[in-house]
């Protein structure tokens, strides 16, 4: 039987862009439709503690991290689209 990583997946690029501000590694990365993109994280207990803050309210961030990861996010999302 192989043994598989269990992943996180988001295609909420706010959510990607705060996971990623907290330096967490995105692993990959999915297209499951041309306009659509998945952002692959590993799950850690780390991670679902970030995703737990982020949703009620308790996240802090430095807002420069935050925001070149969304940008870099972007670069991610738009180098793949071919129009």
Do not use: C, H, W
């Not at 780390?46 to 870099?72: C, G, H, W």
């Amino acid at each position: 039987m192989e043994n598989k990583t269990i992943n996180f997946s988001t295609s909420d690029i706010k959510v990607a862009s705060f996971i990623l501000s907290k330096s967490v590694s995105l692993i990959g990365t999915e297209r499951p439709q041309k306009r659509k993109v998945v952002f692959l994280f590993e799950r850690t207990p780390e991670l679902l503690q970030l995703i737990s803050d982020y949703l009620t309210n308790k996240a802090l961030v430095n807002p420069r991290l935050l925001f070149e990861s969304f940008d870099n996010l972007k670069r991610i999302i738009f180098k793949e689209i071919e129009y």
